[in-house]
């Protein structure tokens, strides 16, 4: 496909078509190939889609270009129709290359040349089946583009005009331009996540000067577009790629990403091949003019090998979650991602005081991350802290009012503190949030049981027990409410479930063992009242085993 624009933007004969131009289109291949900007698409196992939906898109304009250079038609037919096909290809694989018509009319008007810039000259028979040409990729790209909006907007990915104004996504469109261009051309401190900042106020000054810097590199490259319409051409080429990826529909906590750049930067790539062969053309009719060939060819070389060390020293980025959350917060700015990721891992290794700081810094970087102030709020509770517990699980509430574990959690500490009409308001937020969630319903009858509210207990455990059938602490439970209302029989059988469910929990062999004995069972009864004792005995030798290792380490 280099090799094609390239000898068309250079206007070239079949018969001149020689190794130079071989040279170039491979050189443009190579660029972009072993870049480091395209490590993390290749890398990351999640964005291989990008490498998948890159092949089809590639084979996509390799086709269209083969179809508008034949004469024939029936080859020339045949020829679209794979573009066509391959266009499908590639939106299956990700969406991304729904702005692949745009491209097609770009290419149209340069290098093709079969769309001339005068609008009253579209309306010619030749240029309307041109323009005409378009409307079937047009409608796969529609509804590609409908699915993916769908599917960010199931998944919560999107942000809301209302949390992510629409001038906080215009600098954020500005500086990604800049961005990719820059890292381009320096391809150090990379990243695998430039985090969406917290106070888009300290940013403002880098994004009003990347939008001055943008808005100056397009006026220039419209000036010199008789004069040099590859640059405007490849110029247009990166801003129509970007677009969807720029921040317009946000999705996601990154501010930019290295994967975004995967299909936007082959321009610049295509752009320098064809620099190199053109350069190498006109050298050749100066005097010492392959002296300058090589020079060149010695820096391209150079940059090839930098290009390459820096790409695998980028890999090593990705061997394992220490070393990618590690070097995200190595290269900067703060992320409360990399923080909150690095906490995961090590509670993860029951390292939790480890774990905890790194929640703090979590927190202490962006204080509305839902997820960082829930964990954080987890780990506290399990080291007993309550009260700061509380705190957090209070904010993990106020940023994400509608997930019904926050406000379960947030119930269980507040009953544990004393603060019982307040822990059944967060119960019941956790039903309305999700009148599923059986845990809920299990806690509203704790909660019942313990203020006398027999009835009101028996009514949530049952509830509970229709939503998670399989639960034995729910059985046993209800087993007790229903003993204590005089419902022996129904309360054995539910204890009886209980053992059944969990054979080794001690209490609910007591419980059944009570039951046996109310029902003048005393045979059976003993039998679960030794079979408790010994699963009691068991853990304490087990515990106390496991405290002799402690003292002996």
């Excluded at 084979?59 to 024939?72: D, G, V």
């Amino acid at each position: 496909m280099a090799k094609i624009l390239i000898a068309q933007a250079s206007q070239l004969n079949a018969e001149k078509r020689s190794w130079s131009l071989n040279l170039a289109a491979g050189l443009a291949s190579l660029l972009f190939a072993i870049h480091p900007l395209r490590v993390e698409s290749v890398a990351w196992v999640t964005e291989r889609r990008d490498v998948l939906s890159g092949f089809f898109f590639f084979l996509t304009l390799y086709c269209y270009l083969r179809s508008s250079q034949i004469s024939e038609n029936l080859s020339s037919s045949t020829w679209f129709a794979l573009s066509l096909t391959a266009y499908l290809l590639s939106l299956m694989a990700k969406a991304t290359a729904i702005t692949l018509p745009v491209i097609l009319l770009l290419l149209d008007f340069y290098p093709l040349r079969r769309l001339s810039g005068r609008c009253e000259s579209w309306l010619n028979p030749e240029q309307q089946k041109v323009l005409k040409e378009k409307v079937p990729f047009i409608i796969l790209a529609f509804i590609f583009a409908a699915l993916a909006i769908s599917a960010q907007h199931s998944a919560g990915a999107l942000r809301p005009a209302q949390q992510y104004f629409f001038s906080y996504r215009l600098g954020q469109a500005a500086y990604g331009v800049v961005f990719y261009l820059w890292k381009s051309v320096l391809p150090i401190g990379l990243s695998p996540l430039y985090e969406l900042p917290y106070d888009f106020a300290e940013w403002t000054p880098l994004f009003v000067l990347c939008g001055i810097l943008a808005a100056g590199i397009t006026i220039g490259l419209f000036l010199l577009r008789n004069r040099w319409p590859a640059g405007l051409a490849c110029w247009i080429y990166y801003l129509v790629i970007l677009a969807p990826v720029l921040g317009f529909a946000q999705s996601g906590p990154q501010l930019v990403a290295d994967r975004y750049s995967y299909l936007a930067c082959t321009s610049w790539a295509i752009l320098i091949g064809g620099g190199y062969f053109q350069a190498g053309q006109f050298a050749r009719t100066q005097a010492h003019g392959m002296r300058l060939v090589w020079a060149m060819s010695a820096i391209i070389l150079l940059a090839l090998v930098t290009l390459g060390t820096l790409s695998w020293q980028q890999t090593l980025v990705w061997r394992n979650d220490g070393t990618l959350w590690r070097h995200v917060i190595a290269v900067g700015p703060p992320s409360s991602v990399a923080h909150y990721n690095l906490g995961r891992s090590f509670e993860d290794e029951n390292k939790l005081d480890i774990a905890r700081d790194y929640y703090r810094r979590a927190v202490e970087i962006n204080p509305a991350n839902p997820d960082a102030q829930y964990n954080f709020a987890r780990l506290l509770e399990k080291q007993g802290d309550l009260n700061e517990a509380i705190n957090h699980y209070k904010l993990a509430v106020q940023i994400r009012p509608n997930d019904a574990d926050t406000h379960n959690n947030l119930g269980l500490l507040l009953a544990q503190r004393g603060e019982l009409q307040r822990a059944l308001m967060e119960f019941r937020d956790a039903i309305r949030i999700d009148p599923t969630y059986s845990k809920a319903y299990f806690n509203l009858g704790r909660i019942s049981a313990q203020t006398g509210n027999l009835d009101g207990a028996l009514q949530n455990y049952q509830q509970a027990l229709r939503l998670a059938p399989d639960q034995f602490e729910i059985h046993l439970q209800l087993g007790d409410i229903l003993e204590k209302q005089g419902h022996l029989v129904e309360a054995r059988e539910h204890f009886e479930a209980a053992v059944k469910l969990n054979p080794d929990f001690a209490e609910a062999r007591v419980a059944l063992a009570r039951s046996l004995v109310a029902s003048g069972a005393k045979t059976e009864a003993e039998k679960q009242y030794q079979e408790a004792l010994r699963i009691l005995k068991l853990q304490r030798n087990i515990a106390s085993d496991g405290d002799k290792a402690i003292d002996r380490e």
